[in-house]
């Protein structure tokens, strides 16, 4: 009696934990693209939160790391608080999502496309992540059932317009719902001087909200005093929280 009692206590903990943890997945795109993702899958999700990680993947490799997923106010918390299923990929093109970013973002679409619930999306990215949502991924939206959702971007986030990717991006040429884009940037986010290309995040933004603004989208551009490209204060990110005040 007290094995099978323990047996059963073991289950119970076993589904508990499969139910509200990340679980590493693999998908492969029809054109034979792969990648892993990560998943926390709402019990009775109401639709789909998707991070887009930044250069290097820190966030993919670091789940449960306090700068971004983890801890009582991290995404995974956000995702949880607001019954979305929580998709974090990883993407195919080494540690990079602008790098091959058409077929990146044709990878993603693919991958959006696979759960029941994507008619509701809020897509969220850092850095590069944010820089492939704005550049490729947003126009093909527009062949998935997506109705609702919006773009929350973080570090990034440019005009497909100053890249030569497109020069007209009509919202009601893309989605029917709606779908505001909302840019985050720290007032320092003006790139490392000491690199030889550096990534000027802050101008990167200014361009892109006036792009997707004038091409009729409900866009707002908030920055942050005092923030630089991380947006983190002791090693504890603010992104779960900034997610947090913006889905409903």
């Known amino acids: 009696m007290i094995v099978i009692t323990v047996l059963l206590l073991l289950s119970i903990i076993i589904l508990f934990l499969n139910s509200n943890g990340l679980h590493k997945k693999n998908f492969v795109s029809e054109n034979g693209i792969e990648g892993d993702y990560l998943i926390q899958q709402a019990a009775d999700s109401e639709g789909i939160l998707l991070w887009l990680h930044g250069d290097g993947a820190y966030e993919f490799k670091h789940p449960y790391s306090k700068e971004y997923l ?18 974090v990929p990883h993407t195919p093109s080494a540690d990079t999502w602008w790098e091959n970013g058409e077929d990146n973002a044709e990878y993603l679409i693919e991958l959006i496309s696979t759960f029941p619930e994507h008619q509701k999306v809020w897509i969220s990215g850092f850095s590069g992540g944010a820089e492939i949502t704005t550049y490729w ?79 009729g989208w409900k866009t707002e551009r908030i920055i942050l005093k005092n923030y630089g490209h991380l947006l983190s204060e002791n090693n504890i990110g603010m992104y779960g929280q900034l997610l947090d005040e913006m889905i409903p």
Not at 199 to 208: C, H, I, P, R, V
């Open 70 to 87: 983890g801890g009582k106010n991290g995404i995974k918390a956000v995702a949880e608080e607001k019954n979305l299923t929580l998709i």
């Open 137 to 215: 991924l947003i126009e093909k939206l527009k062949r998935t059932d997506i109705k609702s959702g919006g773009v929350i971007l973080f570090g990034g986030g440019g005009s497909p317009a100053a890249e030569g990717i497109t020069d007209s991006l009509r919202k009601e040429d893309v989605i029917d719902g709606s779908f505001p884009i909302t840019w985050f940037i720290g007032e320092n986010d003006t790139g490392d001087s000491n690199d030889e290309n550096p990534f000027n995040a802050l101008a990167a933004s200014k361009q892109g909200e006036r792009f997707y603004r004038d091409q």
